[in-house]
DNA sequence: TGTGTATGCAAGTAAGCACTTGCACGCATA
DNA sequence: TATGCGTGCAAGTGCTTACTTGCATACACA
């Protein structure tokens, strides 16, 4: 019998499927070792502890996260693009882990191991997109009678609540493929219309 | 010593908040009775378990519910009017309990005390949503090219991200007053902008 | 004063949970 | 064949939790 790498991974996918549909407290390390079919005893051999299975998932998803934000470096000066690209990417990572990202979110309230991990996470993202926000309200192609702090937030939040509609909450479906969806277009449409600077409208209505 | 209704309002006032920060499951009844200063047994005698304080608990939650849906009624027949005043009450509706509807809708997925008490709440309110969308893309006030579902989503995704953001992630400070909070304003006139139909958009430039 | 009610205190019960320990088995390798 | 490694099984430990039980005290009211 070897030491594959098949038991941790296969521990480390029934954890992050618990921890996304039960939270972290509210997932026990038995109801894990069923899902992965090993023995309880097994997660304390590979991992030290049930925290140490939370860190080695949050290390991979912060591998993946880092995969993905390469994937949606700009490659040109399109404005819209570039954020519908942002946006299909920030909702394929929430959807891959189960809505995991946005219940650790949760958890991190109320549980010191959760709040560790994630760290300063959430506020850094909308900061820098606000930045981002303010530098094409200058330029002209956002309109610039809104704070870039609440563009941001009305950006991360369509993102973050479709999320949360169909991995938490039940409503609706998640999309068979989220680089081609049309409803993530129309929410992001929507998003746009509102965002874009009065020109830019026009030119939009036009293409109606 | 006579049975006021002090002892009960201050166990589910202690209880609304731990349920809120720390969800169901999280919260003890030991706690419970130590944020209430009252013995863990006092709430077995008011309540028959812990249950049934959170079944108090919604009761409470519906009744208030209730009074703001009156207070939201249209008076008028202006959308634009109407869906923000239904923002400001959906938003102050759920920061009046500290984001406790919000953690009960994530304990809803996990917990059966919680989805019980729950029930099919939430998607009848984007059913009831994407109806009056609906009515107001026919007669026009409304762009008609996306779908009325996709509209009610992005208007309730952008009052629960916003209570989201403040109640459990620490982002950002709830509003001093959420009738006159101009953060909540100009996140529903992007929105809006993006929602309403091209004529009423010219209004608005104008007045830009 | 006697009775009824609400509540506190203390001890206890049964179940669940993260984790430990000892033994045994199966597989790979030298 | 002997050794090392990974894993399963079973029993166990100490702690936490929802809840119960018995006794006692304080207050209101007739």
Redesign the interface.
């Known amino acids: 019998m070897s030491s594959t790498p098949d038991t941790a991974t296969r521990i480390l996918d029934a954890a992050a499927e618990l921890f996304a ?3 972290y ?2 997932t026990s390390t038995r109801a894990i070792a069923d899902l992965a079919s090993v023995n309880e005893v097994t997660l304390f051999r590979r991992f030290e502890n049930k925290a140490g299975i939370l860190q080695a998932l949050g290390a991979r998803m912060a591998q993946r996260q880092a995969g993905h934000a390469a994937a949606a470096a700009p490659d040109s000066e399109d404005v819209r693009e570039t954020l519908l690209r942002l946006a299909r990417m920030e909702i394929a990572g929430a959807l891959e882990g189960g809505g995991l990202a946005l ?1 650790l ?2 958890d991190a ?3 010191p191991e959760v709040a560790e991990l994630l760290g300063e996470g ?2 850094g993202n ?1 900061d820098g997109l606000a930045e981002f926000m303010a530098e094409h309200q200058a330029t002209g192609e956002l309109r610039s ?3 870039p ?3 941001a ?2 950006f ?3 993102t ?3 999320v ?2 169909r991995m ?5 479906a998640p999309p068979s493929d989220v680089a081609t969806d049309k ?1 993530i277009e ?2 992001f ?7 874009s600077a ?1 020109e830019t ?1 026009s030119v939009m ?1 036009e293409k ?1």
Not at 168 to 172: D, F, P, R
Not at 189 to 195: N, P, T, V, Y
């Open positions: 549909s039960r939270g407290a509210g219940r979110a949760f309230t109320t549980v959430i506020p909308l009678d809104i704070e702090h609440v563009m937030e009305a991360f939040g369509l973050s609540s479709y949360m509609y938490v909450m039940g409503v609706g409803g129309q929410l449409d929507l998003f746009w219309s509102g965002a009065s409208t209505e109606r």
